[in-house]
Structure formats: C-alpha cells, structure tokens
C-alpha cells in the first residue's frame, strides 16, 4: 500500500539553527499538505501545494519558516532560526486532486528544539 | 471560517463498555466532516469520513458516526471498546477557499484510554 515518506523521523536542535524536513507524497498526488501539530492539540495547516504552486500559505511565518516542492513531488519544509515554540510534530499529507477530501498523513517528524 | 469542538479532551473507559466522543462543527451550507485516529508517535489515520448521503457512517473496526445537521454535531461512538483502541481522535471539517481548494480544521482532539 502507497504511503506517505517522512524524514527524518525525529530531529533535535539548538535554537537558532536551522532545520529542514522532507516529504515524498502517494505517487500521482497532487495536493502537499504540511501542518504543525503541537503537543496536545490537533494539527493546524502551515502549506498547501498543488503541484509546485503554493496555494495556501496564510498560517505560515515566513520570517522563518520555507516551502518548497519544486517539481511538483517531494517537498521540504525550512526553518532558519528555529525557537523554543517551534518544537512539535511536523506532518505532511497528500491527496489526489485538488479538492480531494481524503487526505493521507505520514508518520511525521518530531522537532525538540532546546 | 470553519471550527471545531471536541467537548472532551479525555476519555477513561474500561474494556468492552460503549464510548462516545463528542464533536461540533460550526455551521456551513455544505460540510464534509471526518474522525482522524492518531497512535503515539505516528502520523493520522482516516476513521471515516462524511461527505454526502447517509448520516450514519461506519468504519471497519466497529466505529461510527453520525452527522446531525440541526445539532451541528458528529459524534464518534463504538458500542464496545477494546485495549487496542486507545489512542487519541480528531475530528475534522473540510473548509473550502477559493479556486477549488479545500483544507481541514481540526478540533484539538480526545485522548481515549481503555482500561482492563
């Protein structure tokens, strides 16, 4: 069964450096959804591709936070210079199509940032 | 914009006893709606999933849901719980935005802890 790639599973890092996770989405998925889940609540969106195209990035702090999936496949989430508040699980989801209800997560990746 | 409540952030209950957990959404012309299961440490997992038709949806291990427009509400139910079901749950509504796109909203979960 096709699933969701996610690396590294888990990542810890000093404040102020930066750190990069990647994503390779179902094969043929168009639609790349990163979301950042904090501990104890649930997931909210940060990105949205369709295709290589950035269709929602509202939530994102782009003062330190970067996208990109420049082929339209896998797709890396940056931040540089990671803080204290960014340590959560860091997932990606894809979906087949835009509009695409059914949205596949990965594993993701634990952040710790000390 | 789209929001939802889970009314319970945790759920004790012993093995083999019914459950229920508590989702509202707030209203929208149309919405899809779907419960997301989460094991520690692992990404989520689909449970089921509204988008038309029936009210009452089922999953394969046993749960099910039903959507009730005028109560603005998709609670999550099982009649009988096993161990293997504890884990945290989320509820989800698609918000549809220009150009087609949709995204989900996610409640901030229940965490369900079955007891022998």
């Known amino acids: 069964e096709a699933e969701v790639a996610q690396s590294p599973r888990y990542k810890i890092t000093e404040k102020s450096q930066a750190v990069a996770f990647w994503c390779d989405p179902i094969?043929?998925?168009?639609?790349l959804y990163w979301y950042r889940q904090i501990l104890g609540q649930g997931p909210e969106l940060l990105v949205q591709?369709?295709?290589?195209?950035?269709?929602?990035d509202s939530q994102l702090p782009k003062d330190r936070f970067s996208a990109e999936r420049l082929k339209g496949v896998d797709s890396t989430l940056k931040i540089q210079p990671a803080e204290l508040g960014d340590s959560a699980m860091y997932l990606c989801?894809?979906?087949?199509?835009?509009?695409?209800?059914?949205?596949?997560f990965g594993p993701g990746t634990r952040l710790t940032v000390t | 914009a789209q929001s939802v409540t889970q009314l319970d952030s945790q759920v004790p209950v012993f093995e083999e006893a019914p459950v229920e957990l508590r989702c509202n959404y707030s209203s929208s012309v149309s919405v899809y709606l779907f419960w997301y299961v989460q094991y520690p440490n692992q990404g989520l997992q689909l449970l089921l999933k509204y988008l038309s038709g029936s009210t009452l949806v089922e999953s394969i291990n046993g749960f099910e849901a039903e959507f009730n427009k005028s109560q603005t509400s998709f609670h999550l139910r099982k009649p009988s719980v096993h161990i293997s079901d504890t884990a945290e749950y989320f509820c989800a509504v698609s918000d549809l935005f220009s150009g087609g796109y949709n995204k989900l909203i996610f409640g901030a979960g229940t965490r369900l802890a079955v007891h022998p």
């Open positions: 591709f369709q295709d290589e195209s950035v269709v929602d």
């Open positions: 094969s043929g998925h168009a639609t």
């Open positions: 989801a894809s979906s087949e199509r835009r509009g695409g209800y059914e949205q596949y």
